[in-house]
């Protein structure tokens, strides 16, 4: 009778009566746990203990207490639901085999190793019509994800990627477990972490866009009196986040009106951050604070460099920033040459110049000093890593379409150090993961179905290299963050005369693989070193110190940020795509998706022209000076 079930679960799992099936799967596997038990040694002996060992005992208890069961009595119970299905259910043949479990080849699971490689798959563009499509996997940083080998109690106990799902035990254990003296031990309860298992609000990436989302929702509302928030982020050094390896410039040199007042909000966020974001101290110190942000702001202004065929577009961005409130200056070639010498104009036709609320600032003090008034107003950072989203199905039998509309209502986060994957439920979810945002929009369906889940959100990461270089003639002190037109920066570090030089990516071709995380040794003399010494003069033969990787949140179909809500999942919120720039903008957008949720729209900034709803509308949102 056992084995007659649990072919007919094997074989038809869509045609029985979902609540017929889960009383006869609760029957297969009680008495597949016993038989287990007999395996292992218990031979349904009660183990005897003394009142003052800990939880061990009492859970051996109840595994004993559970062996204990007759099979006549699971037998009866089979009986009797084989019985009713074949009453309401009708005869099937229960001598066929059962559906096999399909898994990858050898070429396939070579595939999905590798990165950068884009797996292709059919899609419905429209009705009755189907077309091959490019889609990159989600970057698994784990083993492979694909099972070798189905063990047999894969079927009773939940896996994510190969990694055992740890729920909220019983209410009986967690009772008991009360009432004992004794501390917890981790082998024996996993379930006891730091964090909780359900947030109203949890924010997906904890860097500065991250941080700045839960500073401003944290500011509205009392997280004390009942709201959670919760912010995952896998690294919590930084050490390759995007906030703190890039540069920390503020610019205001932009074409669309929006990111201008984004970054005058952003300086004037800067300008006022010991004011408003100190952490106070219990103890008695002066003033009452131990942690006064010190974003050490250099404002030299940036020196954005255009040619003859771009004059028109920087003349109308120039006129749309002075509508703004932007104090910049348009230069002439000659007035480039006189004002900084060290500079080669030819096939220069002129530059713009920030004359106030430019420069750059410590992005590593600014996001330390937010993480810190973050965790005083309440909110719970999570050290892990993301790497599943579940769906909820309201309804019993749903079609693909309804079902690909369900609410994704809880998130799989792997911790590393339990090497174990946690659920966390939540109401709101926040996506803001810099370069890894398209892989996390897949994890939530977005890229995988069918009409407005057909797109997903369209961020890759895109590595680039920054080197730090000491030239034989420096410029100077009074040098702005340069920008030329073939999408060189160079950035003045420190007062010893080393500078920051890279190469901004602006498009992304799919045929070409991305850089390694170590640059080639060639690779500065091949692709940096002509434009710097062709440009600054007095960079010739200077010498390479260091060099880091970056990957870039780059925004491969218009190239701008993506802020707002999902049309379909209105619960989930979205702010990344910002080529590098998150930082700068990432005050005023915490504000923005602060009155998006609580205000239900934008106060102060309209960010509407840059929400999801673009790319569903085939419409592009160009920034003509992106530097």
Not at 271 to 297: C, H, M, W
Not at 430 to 438: D, K, L
Not at 522 to 537: G, N, Q, S, T, V
Request: aromatic content about 10%; overall charge negative; proline content about 7%.
């Amino acid at each position: 009778m056992l084995a007659l079930a649990h072919r007919l679960l094997n074989q038809i799992p869509g045609t029985i009566n979902p609540n017929l099936r889960n009383k006869m799967q609760r029957i297969v596997h009680r008495t597949f746990a016993d038989k287990v038990d007999n395996k292992n040694g218990n031979n349904n002996e009660v183990a005897t203990v003394d009142s003052s060992e800990n939880s061990l005992a009492d859970n051996n208890q109840q595994k004993s207490a559970v062996a204990l069961q007759s099979d006549e009595q699971n037998k009866f119970e089979l009986s009797a639901l084989m019985d009713q299905f074949n009453e309401n259910e009708g005869k099937v043949d229960l001598m066929a085999q059962p559906a096999k479990q399909v898994l990858f080849s050898d070429e396939q699971k070579a595939l999905m190793r590798d990165i950068n490689q884009r797996i292709p798959y059919a899609c419905e563009t429209e009705p009755g019509v189907f077309c091959v499509e490019n889609s990159v996997k989600p970057l698994v940083p784990f083993p492979d994800p694909c099972f070798t080998e189905l063990k047999s109690h894969e079927i009773v106990k939940e896996y994510s990627l190969g990694w055992p799902v740890i729920r909220p035990p019983p209410i009986a254990d967690r009772i008991r477990q009360g009432f004992s003296l004794s501390k917890p031990d981790s082998r024996y309860y996993p379930y006891i972490q730091e964090f909780r298992n359900h947030y109203d609000m949890l924010i997906i990436g904890g860097g500065m866009i991250g941080s700045c989302i839960a500073n401003f929702l944290a500011e509205k509302i009392e997280v004390n009196d009942g709201y959670r928030i919760g912010i995952v982020e896998k690294d919590p050094t930084y050490r390759k986040s995007l906030s703190t390896q890039h540069l920390g410039s503020l610019r205001t040199q932009f074409s669309s009106p929006e990111l201008v007042e984004a970054a005058l909000y952003g300086s004037d966020y800067l300008r006022l951050i010991d004011y408003n974001k100190p952490t106070p101290n219990d103890q008695e110190v002066a003033g009452g604070f131990f942690n006064s942000p010190n974003v050490k702001f250099h404002p030299h202004g940036n020196l954005t460099l255009f040619t003859e065929d771009h004059r028109e577009k920087m003349e109308e961005a120039h006129d749309i920033q002075k509508r703004c409130g932007a104090q910049n200056a348009l230069l002439s070639k000659g007035n480039l040459e006189r004002r900084f010498p060290w500079l080669n104009t030819n096939d220069i036709a002129g530059g713009c110049l920030g004359l106030e609320s430019e420069g750059w600032f410590d992005s590593w003090n600014l996001l330390q000093a937010l993480i810190l008034r973050n965790k005083f107003l309440g909110v719970e950072y999570i050290h892990g890593e993301l790497m599943y989203g579940h769906r909820h199905g309201l309804v019993a039998e749903v079609d693909q379409q309804s079902e690909e509309m369900n609410r994704y209502y809880e998130a799989h986060i792997f911790v590393g150090k339990t090497k174990h994957v946690y659920p966390i439920e939540f109401s709101e979810l926040f996506i803001a993961a810099g370069s890894q945002s398209g892989n996390v929009g897949r994890m939530f369906g977005m890229g995988t179905g069918r009409g407005p889940m057909y797109m997903d959100i369209p961020v890759e990461p895109r590595r680039g290299y920054i080197f730090e270089v000491q030239p034989n003639n420096p410029p100077g002190l009074n040098f702005p963050y340069l920008s030329d037109p073939s999408g060189l920066f160079v950035k003045r570090e420190g007062l010893l005369g080393q500078y920051q030089v890279g190469i901004l990516p602006d498009t992304v071709d799919p045929n070409e693989p991305n850089l390694p995380e170590i640059a080639p040794e060639d690779y500065f003399d091949k692709e940096i070193r002509p434009l710097l010494e062709y440009r600054l003069p007095g960079f010739s033969g200077c010498t390479v110190l260091d060099h880091r990787s970056i990957d870039y949140d780059l925004n491969y179909v218009d190239g701008t940020p993506i802020i707002g809500s999902h049309p379909i999942h209105t619960h989930i919120h979205m702010a990344t795509g910002f080529n590098g720039r998150g930082s700068m903008f990432a005050p005023a957008v915490g504000r923005a998706i602060k009155e998006l949720f609580l205000d239900d729209g934008y106060t102060s900034i309209d960010f509407s022209r840059f929400s999801f709803d673009r790319f569903l509308n085939l419409k592009e949102t160009k920034e003509n000076f992106y530097a």
